[in-house]
Nanobody, 122 residues
Framework: VQLQACGGGLVRPGGSLRLSCAAS????????MGWFRQTPGEERQFVAA????????NYADSVKGRFTISRDNAKNMVYLNMNRLSPEDTAVYYC????????????????WGQGTQVTVSS
């Protein structure tokens, strides 16, 4: 499975971005999916997750009310809409396929995309 995250960029505080995650050579429709982020020198941190059918979502406290994870199984895509961005959201964002275990646990995921840089700065 190859996952490709895209949509990152430079945005001013308070702005918005939409990240996308696409998969090649595999359908994502059977997988719960998650987004993580990582800053230099820090561990990869959970951001959001969504079940295979989109019925349930889960968010880190730091992004609740600002970020929304969604998916379009017909397009084999997973999205992360990010609003009211702050400099603390600056990181490389990764999408991943959830295998088993807690959504917030990095070890619960198997396949990872290469990441997309999000920079929030004025």
């Amino acid at each position: 499975v190859q996952l490709q995250a895209c949509g990152g960029g430079l945005v001013r505080p308070g702005g918005s971005l939409r990240l996308s995650c696409a998969a090649s050579r595999r359908t994502l429709s059977n997988n719960n999916m998650g987004w993580f982020r990582q800053t230099p020198g820090e561990e990869r941190q959970f951001v959001a997750a969504i079940t295979w059918n989109g019925a349930t979502t889960n968010y880190a406290d730091s992004v609740k009310g600002r970020f929304t994870i969604s998916r379009d199984n017909a397009k084999n895509m997973v999205y992360l809409n990010m609003n009211r961005l702050s400099p603390e959201d600056t990181a490389v964002y990764y999408c991943a396929t959830h295998i088993s275990g807690p959504f917030s646990n990095r070890a619960s995921y198997r396949y990872w995309g290469q990441g997309t840089q999000v920079t929030v700065s004025s």
